[in-house]
């Protein structure tokens, strides 16, 4: 009998040292499975949701562990969980790299949004909030609301004068915020606007500015309502509002010493040097920078030499730049939007420089981005000769790139200036 209670002692002794042994474990196991799954289940990251007018910009950083992903959109009355996700609708997919989308709902009311990845068929449903899926409901407004209050404008005028072109308008409310655009194309419709160049905000001031271009380049302006613009009504240009015909400076009246000479001024003239003789914050005579006064033309033999270095380009080839690739896409891991630039210019093949770059600005919201992929469409267009429309790409890219494009403006300034010298010689 004692025999038989020593037994059953031992065996219950047995099965709790297992349990204390084995059940731990198999938690653990458990505990690392689900753990596993949490952290190597791809999604994206910083999702933002913005109201822009009647449309909402979706904004988020890619998943850096998947090869060839779809990002799919989806929205929500309520906050997104497992039980109304299958209740949810998707709105788009995107693929890797787009980063930015722009959702018209078509109403105000309040709504959530999550981005799922997929990747070979499979669906990877996470949801982690702020992550890929926003906790604050994101409304856009109603157009009818700021065409309502929407200043009305009237009386655009663009005329040359001393060296620059001077722009005057009219509004019916002097607090309302304007925009002036500028466009070496046709302003017609909205769309026309979304690759035009900001020239400058107006709000509680008078309409006037002079505005210094390139010389022999028409120009077509445009002053809109800000608040009407960015709600995204269509109402935007008519009569009063956009030139109807370009207006430029005519070269042969541009006289490079009056155009650089001025105090102020709504941009800076594309040039490395400012013709100025006193120092702006003190008032100082500033001291002579030792540059000839004097155009001084190179040897034969020189030009010759440098013309068989920069790729034999026209009879200006000892002017012509190297393609140049920003810091930001020297890294070692290049951000994905621009990731592909160095491979193309490597092969120098600039059309397909061009219709990737003219692809990537129509998805791109980012400001920063924007002006990358604005040096690199400059780029591409200044080596397949369209040297107009290359310098508006490197002046619109001078927000986020001011040096490395003001190397390129002097390089097409100087361009133009030659072979307007050729044409006089013949």
């Known amino acids: 009998m004692i025999d038989v209670e020593r037994t059953m002692k031992k065996t219950a002794l047995y099965l709790t040292l297992i349990q204390i042994l084995i059940f731990p474990c198999l938690m653990t196991a458990q505990t690392s499975d689900t753990a596993d799954k949490e952290v190597y289940a791809p999604f994206v990251s ?187 009504s269509t109402i935007l240009l008519y009569d009063g509002s956009v030139t109807p015909a370009p207006v430029s400076i005519p070269m042969e009246q541009w006289n490079p010493e009056e155009a650089h000479s001025f105090l102020f001024a709504s941009s800076h003239i594309p040039l490395p040097m400012l013709n100025m003789e006193l120092d702006i914050e003190r008032g100082k005579k500033l001291p002579d920078p030792g540059l000839p006064r004097t155009v001084i033309a190179l040897e ?52 397909a420089l061009l219709e990737q770059s003219d692809e990537q600005l129509k998805n791109s919201f980012d400001r920063e981005i924007r002006n990358r992929l604005l040096f690199y469409r400059g780029q591409a267009r200044y080596f397949l000769g369209d040297l107009e429309y290359a310098f508006m790409d490197f002046l619109s890219a001078r927000d986020g790139y001011y040096s490395e494009s003001g190397r390129w403006l002097y390089n097409i300034f100087e361009q133009r200036l030659r072979i307007s010298r050729s044409r006089n010689l013949e």
């Open 46 to 232: 910083r999702i933002k949701a913005e109201t822009r007018g009647t449309a909402i910009v979706l904004s988020w950083k890619d998943a850096r562990n998947l090869s060839d992903p779809l990002y799919h959109i989806y929205e929500s009355w309520q906050p997104f969980d497992d039980e109304n996700f299958p209740h949810s609708r998707r709105i788009a997919t995107v693929e890797r790299g787009a980063e930015h989308y722009l959702y018209e709902p078509g109403d105000s009311n309040p709504r959530y949004f999550l981005i799922l990845a997929e990747e070979e068929g499979q669906l990877f449903d996470v949801f982690i909030p702020y992550r890929n899926m926003n906790m604050k409901a994101v409304s856009a407004e109603k157009a009818v609301i700021q065409e309502k209050k929407a200043a009305r404008i009237s009386d655009l005028l663009v005329v040359p004068e001393s060296q620059n072109l001077l722009i005057t308008a009219a509004a019916s409310d002097s607090e309302r915020s304007l925009i002036l655009f500028r466009s070496t194309d046709p302003l017609l419709k909205r769309e026309d606007l979304k690759d035009a160049a900001r020239v400058r905000i107006f709000k509680g001031e008078r309409i006037e500015i002079r505005d210094h271009v390139v010389p022999g380049i028409p120009f077509y302006y445009a002053l809109v309502d800000k608040a009407l613009y960015e709600s995204g």
């Open 300 to 351: 034969p033999e020189t030009e010759a030499a440098l013309a068989e270095l920069n790729f034999g380009k026209s009879v200006h080839t000892p002017l012509w730049m190297r393609p140049e690739l920003l810091p930001v896409d020297k890294a070692v891991e290049s951000p994905p939007e621009t990731a592909w630039v160095e491979e193309i210019i490597v092969l120098e093949d600039w059309k």
